[in-house]
């Protein structure tokens, strides 16, 4: 069983800056045997993939955040990061923290509960 714990998220303005984490269960051992993720809801709207970072590392991030969102991994500590800049309105929701064995291309297995992101005009 995996478990992801999300923290880091709050209000900030337009412009602001915030660093997401997301702490994977210390439970399971191989973290680098999977893809991990970000995603993002807004009420009303489906669930947006934000970047996932694949086994080695390597990240595909969707075209609203490219250039303003970093995301790494911690095999060592078992924990995802976002750190997110020039963060804009449209950038507020809940964002989650997904996993699943192998490919990026799979559909996620693992969530996290979510944490709530919130800018201001």
């Known amino acids: 069983q995996v478990q992801l714990v999300e923290s880091g998220g709050g209000s900030v303005q337009a412009g602001g800056s915030l660093r997401l984490s997301c702490a994977v269960s210390k439970y399971f051992v191989s973290i680098n045997r999977y893809c991990l993720g970000w995603l993002r809801q807004v009420p009303g709207k489906e669930r947006e993939r934000v970047v996932s970072v694949d086994r080695d590392g390597k990240t595909t991030y969707a075209d609203s955040v490219k250039g303003r969102f970093t995301a790494s991994r911690d095999n060592a500590k078992n924990t995802l990061y976002l750190e997110m800049n020039s963060l804009q309105p449209e950038d507020t929701g809940m964002y989650y923290c997904?996993?699943?064995?192998?490919?990026?291309?799979?559909?996620?297995?693992?969530w996290g509960q979510g944490t709530q992101v919130a800018v201001s005009s």
């Open positions: 997904a996993a699943v064995m192998g490919s990026c291309s799979a559909d996620w297995r693992y």
